[in-house]
């Protein structure tokens, strides 16, 4: 026989249950949506790092940055300056969603804008909203780039190693928390796109030299050459140096000796010859 004294449940634990079991389907959804997203995360990290290796150049590396910014953070505009050797500013590398007028080439680490702040600081600024962006920074009420695009910001530096290699800036349409993992994933992409930046250097760098290299080869090659004349020979050194320097025009001026006559070989441009005698008899050598 059933216990008189055991209680039997009333409608109000029932609703209790209820809500209870909904609670607890609806903690179950929201981790099983993280989970998606973290996976998801994960995938377009290793693509955009896949995407970063196979950049070959500092504007190749600026696109990656872009594009990934673009496609998985849902980021409106974004810039990326890059340091030079010599100078104290940062060089305009790549852009995206920008009107002209905010394209600026050059920017002053002093620069009181969020992407100088944290190149000069070498530490990430996060806005969360377009108040807290004016908070720090009021007269950016008045930037070129539309209200509607800088709702948000995320301003980090790229650094690898000791050295500063530059800063970007994303902004967003709408207001967005960052939470701690969102920065820590994004502090580290901007890693490895500082890493990517240092690489591609090394790689002009090296490419610019063989260019160099192979060019002085060929005029020594053309200065030994003895079935060329002179005036081949001229003209041979003067098309590679011209090269060599990356340079639209080039001319060799070289006296024949006795005569006191100047010869004047010019390379790229051969309409200049109609405008500049190929042969000047008697021109001093200090015209």
Same mark, same amino acid.
């Given at each position: 026989?059933?216990? #008189? *004294?055991?209680?039997?449940?009333? !409608? ?86 920008? #009107? ?13 804008? !969020? ?6 600081? /070498? ?11 004016? *908070? ?13 695009? %800088?709702?948000?910001?995320?301003? %980090? #530096? ?5 050295r500063l290699v530059g800063a970007f800036a994303l902004s967003f349409a709408h207001s967005r928390s960052f939470a701690e993992v969102d920065k820590v994933w994004l502090e580290s ?24 290299? *192979?060019?002085?080869?060929? %005029? ?15 003209? /041979? ?24 006559? *100047?010869?004047? /070989?010019?390379?790229?441009? !051969? ?5 500049? #005698? %190929?042969?000047?008899?008697?021109? !001093?050598?200090?015209?």
């Amino acid at each position: 026989m059933p216990d #008189p *004294e055991a209680t039997v449940p009333g !409608p109000h634990d029932g609703a209790e249950l209820e809500r209870a079991l909904r609670e607890s389907i609806h903690r179950l959804q929201e981790s099983e949506a993280r989970e998606r997203a973290g996976a998801r995360l994960m995938t377009e990290l290793q693509q955009g790092t896949a995407e970063l290796a196979a950049a070959l150049t500092a504007g190749g590396v600026a696109e990656v940055l872009l594009s990934f910014s673009e496609r998985v953070l849902g980021a409106a505009a974004g810039v990326v300056y890059v340091t030079r050797d010599g100078d104290d500013m940062l060089h305009l590398l790549g852009a995206r969603n920008l #009107p002209a007028t905010a394209k600026m080439t050059e920017l002053s680490l002093d620069a009181a804008l !969020p992407l100088a702040t944290a190149a000069r600081t /070498r530490t990430a600024s996060w806005f969360e909203s377009y108040e807290a962006l004016l *908070e720090e920074y009021p007269h950016l009420v008045d930037a070129s780039t539309p209200r509607e695009r %800088i709702q948000a910001v995320a301003a %980090i #530096p790229l650094v690898h190693g000791a050295r500063l290699v530059g800063a970007f800036a994303l902004s967003f349409a709408h207001s967005r928390s960052f939470a701690e993992v969102d920065k820590v994933w994004l502090e580290s992409f901007a890693s490895q796109c500082a890493l990517a930046v240092e690489r591609a250097r090394l790689y002009d760098a090296e490419r610019e030299a063989r260019r160099e290299a *192979e060019t002085l080869f060929h %005029i020594s090659e053309s200065l030994k050459a003895e079935q060329l004349d002179l005036e081949a020979l001229v003209q /041979r050194t003067t098309d590679e140096g011209t090269q060599l320097v990356g340079a639209n025009f080039g001319a060799f001026r070289y006296n024949l000796g006795p005569a006191n006559a *100047e010869v004047d /070989r010019s390379t790229r441009w !051969p309409w200049l010859e109609d405008v500049v #005698p %190929i042969a000047m008899e008697g021109v !001093p050598l200090d015209v």
